[in-house]
């Protein structure tokens, strides 16, 4: 039996972070977790002119100078959600200059819905190349349907349309509790927005925004991946600081599978023996069940009495994990958008590789429910977005060394 404190969110803390551009002078930011990502936004906020204070609690994002429009190539390259600084820098100053994010791990990731949707508040975007520039002399509130829930697309909707003249619709929003966070943080620095986590989001466009003080929600992805270590590992834990009405999908599924739940609405208590049963799982935009929670699931229900059937809707290629798995002794077929999961009585310890970040969080769970000492590489893809994994999962009774 261990406790974990769950962190604040990545996919919160990275548009929080890009929304404060939006403020000339100093916003307190509480929870945002220490990790590669965060870092990285913040190395982009300093290239364009903010200054960062960090006193271990809070980070405090000084962006009463911005000087710059562009947002540096290699750290674009590095994390593609430095797109989103690109709203922000737009609702700001008229203008940005970034490169195509490119592909990453798990999908060509377009951003194709963000263009256009900038395109329609009367921004004038020019591509070389892989080179984007985006220039507008005032923007100009619009009604938007998204053609699907991006999270990406609607976060810079919003960020582009709080300083714009009249109101913005966006139809078919993204519903996640990431956006309701974003809209929250909006509001509390003089934002007019409602209506994040419905189907339609409102913006009144401000003339200016002020300084606030604010806290980033829990890490749902980062609660649901302990959860489902110890189903998949069998034992106990208990999880503080956690909004457990984020993760409704996530613990039906668990107790779907044998594992008994207790839940409170900041602590989730998991107990389970490792005799897991078999599922049916399909990822969807929220509520539905979280994309970013599938690989971790696959790995739990590996050694599940009997088969199990995921179905991967959000991204195209999120399952390059699978094969490490195999190399394990897992039994899985995928064939198209679904994995079929055989489960086996255990799996075998194996020198296995992370590509992505979740899927290689699910090889950590593959490693720590194996048999022997297991040696995984691609560790920074790991560290992108889970803070002080090694002490917290050494809390719960895993042995793991670090080289
Ligand atoms: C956010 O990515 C998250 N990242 C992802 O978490 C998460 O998996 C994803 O939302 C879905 O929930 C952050 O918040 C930083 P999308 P995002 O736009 O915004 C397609 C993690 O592990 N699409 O909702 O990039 C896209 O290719 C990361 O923490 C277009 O086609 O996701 C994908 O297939 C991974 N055109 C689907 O929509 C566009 O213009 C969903 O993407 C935009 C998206």
Redesign the pocket.
Known sequence: MGEVDVSGS??AA??VIAASLLNKGTVELKNCPQIRDVTVMLEILKHLGAKVYDNQQSLFLDTSEITSCVIPENLMHEM??SVMIAGALIGRKGCAKFTYPGGCE?????????LKAFQKMGVEINETNDKIECKVQKLIGTKITLS??????TENMMLASVLAEGETVIHNA?R?P?IVCLQNFLNSMGGRICGAGSHTIFVQGVKVLHDTSFEVIPDR?EAGTYLCMVAGCGGEVKLNHVNSNHLQEVIRQLKKMNCQIGVSPKHIFLKSNANLYPTIIKTM??PGF???MQSQFVTALSIAKGTSYVMEN???NRYKYVKELMKMGAQIVVQGKTAMVRGVKKLKNAQIEAKD??GGAALVEAALMAEGISTITGIPYIER?YENLTKKLTILGAKIKEE
């Open positions: 990545k996919n990275l548009p593609r959600s798990i999908g060509s990731r377009p951003i194709n819905m963000h699907f829930p991006s999270v990406g697309a993204a996640e990431e992805i935009p929220y979280p994309t970013d959000i991204f195209e970040l979740r977005g």
